[in-house]
């Protein structure tokens, strides 16, 4: 499933990220394409630095405190996460990301988007569905989480930039339909709480997402 993560920064968070991400020095994003995304791969990507780390883990801080992400994506691990800058002439072709990352299985996928939507035009995330095609392309401090298993491609940017933050999470539920059914229990039990508090069925069905969950988490 794809969801969309409103807020996950707030708007003096997302200027600040935006500011520090601009002044990071980039690079060709080819040097860490596989062999076949090398050739529809026209991206920059912000060159290692501790100033990238900051920016990073002010995003990934952010992603782990928010709710639907928690429930969405069970994170184990950031596998990989990434600035990646698109100026005028740049795109992804379609492409699918690496099952394999730094030695871990990559589940989930993850685009933070920073520019304000008036900085930019083109550049929506596509996500290439059975029916047809997804676009995405959000305010800043918003995100779209979805299942690495899944086609994609950044259309062209055709004036001014679009800066995001990308990365790959392994969740401790490996399985898409089992982190489906968990996220839908959390949903459940939380309007439940909210309707009625802490009844005895609401703690029956706590006990029961807990232990699916112990069930299902792996590592
Ligand atoms: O920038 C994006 O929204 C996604 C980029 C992407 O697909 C990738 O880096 O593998
Ligand atoms: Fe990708």
């Not at 994170?75 to 030695?103: N, Q």
């Not at 035009?121 to 979805?146: K, T």
């Amino acid at each position: 499933m794809v969801f969309v993560l409103g807020n996950v920064l707030d708007q003096a968070e997302v200027a600040a990220l935006r500011e520090a991400a601009t002044a990071l020095p980039y690079k060709d994003g080819r040097a860490t394409a596989g062999r076949y995304a090398r050739g529809v791969k026209r991206n920059e990507q912000a060159a290692k630095s501790d100033a990238l780390s900051a920016v990073l883990s002010k995003a990934t801080e952010a992603l782990s405190r928010h709710e639907v992400f928690r429930s969405v994506a069970r994170p184990r691990k950031f596998v990989r996460t990434l600035v990646s800058r698109y100026g005028p002439g740049m795109e992804y072709g379609t492409h699918v990301d690496d099952a394999i990352m730094a030695g871990a299985r990559t589940d989930m996928s993850f685009t933070l988007f920073l520019s304000p939507l008036d900085s930019y035009e083109g550049g929506g995330l596509i996500m290439e569905e059975q029916i047809e095609d997804r676009r995405f392309r959000l305010e800043p401090g918003d995100a779209v989480l979805y299942p690495t298993s899944v086609l994609h491609r950044v259309e062209g940017v055709t004036s001014g930039e679009r800066l995001a933050i990308v990365g790959w999470i392994q969740s401790w539920v490996r399985d898409p339909a089992r982190r489906e059914v968990l996220h839908d229990l959390d949903v459940a039990a939380d309007a439940l709480f909210r309707d009625s508090g802490k009844t005895p069925h609401f703690d029956r069905l706590l006990k029961a997402k807990a232990n699916l969950y112990r069930m299902w988490a792996e590592g």
